[in-house]
């Protein structure tokens, strides 16, 4: 069929599977890998060499399951150490990941490749992490899974930080720093938020009439 690499027949594209801690990402990355190996298809696993929390080469989620990824410390080196073979390029705790990691993404999809990420889509202060925004705007599927809040049960969106005298945004840890929260449990307020609270005081005053502009 011509010149063409084999791989050229193939569609890329670029999945995200994202949410707060403890709500199942890296065990859906999992999930689908071990899907595509079963039907022999060449996957590789990235990680970023920051993650050191159980093992040096190896996915390790929060229920064990295993794959085998090697730990990069840069989005460029995930190109470098990429096979020619490979179909599928699944990628864990990518919010960690420099600005490039969109660029390399985009270059994988279009080689042909199915590039699989997973990571947190917002920090403990509930803010946007590192290059996901970007992410999730090229992808073309998205799932953002939820975790269970510690405090009252329903579906959690936020990793609430038990620690907050680290200001540092990567702080990786496990239960004993972090905890799953829904939007009621999750009482951080943001720069901003203080900022919108003082505007909806000043506007309560002025209706009563203690604002005279
Ligand atoms: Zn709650």
Redesign the pocket.
Known sequence: MGNYPSHQFFSGSIEVVCGPMFSGKTEELIRRVRRAQIARQKVQIFKPAIDDRYHDTNVVSHSSLEVEAVAVGSSIDILKKLYDTTRIVAIDEVQFFDENIIAVVQKLARRGIRVICAGLDQDYRGRAFGPMPELLCIADMVNKVSAI?T??G?PATKSFRKITTDENQVLVGETDVYEA??R??FDYVAEGEEELLAFTVAIKSDEQGELNL
């Open positions: 809040c405090v009252c329903s929260r829904c009621t449990h």
